[in-house]
Each structure stands twice: as C-alpha cells, then as structure tokens.
C-alpha cells in the first residue's frame, strides 16, 4: 500500500485530534503491553502470545501487533530461548515486519539495488523461524498468517501464495487476520484481480457463521479496488468512493453481509475494525443511520490505513469529519 509511510508520518499529528491511530482492535492486556513492548521489554509480549494459543483471533492480532511494535527489536527478540514456538513465532513475524520497513511503501522503480538486497535478507531471515514454530505446533493457523507478506515480499508467485492459503484455511477457515492477508494477495497489485478478488469475498461471507466480523472483507475488497481505479484514472478519490458504494448491487450485499455479523454478533478483537470498513462504506453509499450506529461503536480507535486512507493521507481526520458529518459527538 503506498500511502502506508505518509500514513505513520501523521500519527503524532492525527492524536492531537485525540484519535488512536493504527489500532482499531479490542485487547486491553494488548493496550498496556505495547508501551514497553516499543521500548524494549519483551517479556510481557511473549507471555501475551504464549497466553492466546488456542484463541486463535486474539493470538493473530497480538503476533501481528507485537511484531509490528517490536520490529526495531529483532535481535534482542533472536535472544528469546530458541526452542520457544511462541518466541519463535514473534521473531519470525517481527523480521517480517522490519524488512517491510526497509524496503519501504514507494513503487518498487523507485527503490533502489541496496535496499532491495536488504529487504530481501531480512525476509530470508524471517522465513527459518516462522517455519520452526508451525512444525513445533502443527495445529495452529497463525504462524500460516505470516507467510502471506513474506511470500508476496519474496515474489513467490501465485502457487506458493495459494499454498499458503490452504494450510492458513485447512487449520482455520475463519481467521480474520488470514483473510485479510489473503485479500490482500488477490489484489491486483499483487497476485489477483478485481474479479478473484470479489468472489473470494463473497465467498468468505457465503462461508461466515452468524456474529463474524469476517464478513467485513466484503467492504474491504470494495475499497481495494474503488481505491486503484481512482489512483489509475486520476478521479478525485471521493468521487470514485461515492460511485462504488452508491451502487444498488453493491449497497445491497453490504447491508446483506453487515447483518449477518450484526445480528447476534459474538466479541471479536477484530470488530472495531470491521465496524470502521462497514461504516465508512454505509458513509459513502448514503446509508447514515447505519454508518452512525457502526461508527458510535468504534470509538477513537482508527484503522492505520484502510478505509479512511482511501480517500485521505490523513484517515483519522477524514474519520474526523465523517462523525461530524453523521452527528457522532
């Protein structure tokens, strides 16, 4: 995603407006361990981790938010006791992190032969511990999350992203941080297109049991693609946004896929951010009274890039006025 870096640039800037930028999930125990977890105590982190096997949503989220604040910290991470799967896992997740970081969010013309070769030594690295901790613990889903963003780092092609994909699903059909990873590889920026794209997400609602905030990868999909075809047309992103999410076809299995989790909706670390992709689309389809209630629910904490970073560089101020705009104090 090209705005991620412009994105992080304007955290410190967006929270004066008292928004919580890049954290739109539901784990308090995850709110108190991040803090010391960015400064270097890892303790907490790996006990957190080690605590959510066998919850498998809690336990995606947390590798996915500790590798992210510990990325600076990847060799200290190395020093955890190397036969630790928990340990192991957040390495792994962390190295992968951290070589996102180096290659950057630019066009890949625009990143240069050095910080290619960085980039791609750090995701070696990566690779060794993520497979350790999946042999160590074969049931679990999680060390399969991962393996998606190396695997589109490496170039690894569409056959290793699909076989990826099945291990992540045979173990887990219903993980959301996978799900979001699999969207993510359909793109067609990476290794899909509008089409595949749009069938997995209707698939994956199809498939969702009543109360699952993974319906939310509908809007995702709907907000992946209104976002390149306004970055390749040269339209004013709104405008594109409006065009997409106002039509009856789409509004339609939106407002179908939102009451599925909706009605009988079960806690889910995930919902705010589900909340955020439904609200923000019910925003732009006209829909304000659902986009009211969706947006009330989610509060101040506010997803680092999609979907408000579809029609902004600054998605905690476009969330800003969207509340304004629906009456949301």
């Not at 954290?23 to 270097?40: H, K, M, N």
Request: proline fraction near 7%.
């Amino acid at each position: 995603m090209l705005l991620v870096n412009v994105v992080r640039a304007g955290v410190v800037l967006e929270n004066a407006s008292h928004m919580r930028i890049g954290q739109a999930w539901d784990d308090p125990s995850l709110d108190a361990a991040l803090p010391g977890v960015r400064a270097g105590r890892l303790d907490q982190g790996l006990e957190l981790i080690r605590a959510a096997r066998g919850d498998n949503e809690l336990r995606a989220l947390r590798v996915q938010e500790l590798a992210l604040a510990a990325r600076s910290h990847t060799d200290a991470l190395a020093r955890l006791p190397e036969n630790d799967p928990d340990a192991l896992l957040w390495l792994g997740a962390a190295r992968v992190k951290h070589a996102w970081d180096i290659r950057g969010a630019s066009l890949a013309r625009y990143v240069d032969d050095d910080r290619f070769t960085r980039f791609h030594e750090a995701l070696e690295a990566a690779e060794p511990p993520l497979r350790r901790a999946a042999e160590a613990l074969p049931e679990d889903p999680v060390p399969w999350a991962q393996p998606q963003w190396h695997a589109v780092g490496r170039q690894a092609g569409r056959p290793a992203l699909d076989r990826i994909w099945r291990e992540l699903h045979t173990r887990d059909p219903a993980l959301y941080a996978g799900h979001h990873g699999r969207a993510q590889a359909l793109c067609a920026k990476w290794y899909g297109s509008d089409d595949e794209l749009l069938t997995f997400a209707h698939d994956t609602v199809e498939a969702s049991r009543p109360g699952d905030p993974v319906t939310a990868i509908l809007p995702l999909a709907h907000f992946e693609i209104a976002w390149q075809e306004a970055d390749y047309s040269g339209h004013d992103n709104e405008e594109t946004l409006r065009a997409r999410f106002r039509r009856p076809d789409v509004s339609g299995e939106l407002i179908e896929a939102a009451d599925k989790w909706r009605v009988g909706s079960l806690p889910h670390p995930f919902a705010p951010e589900a909340m955020h992709l439904f609200g923000a689309a019910f925003s732009y389809s006209g829909h304000h009274s659902r986009a009211q209630t969706l947006l009330t629910g989610a509060g101040r904490r506010v997803p680092e890039i999609l979907p408000w970073a579809a029609a902004s560089i600054t998605p905690g101020r476009r969330y800003a006025r969207a509340r304004r705009e629906l009456g949301i104090t």
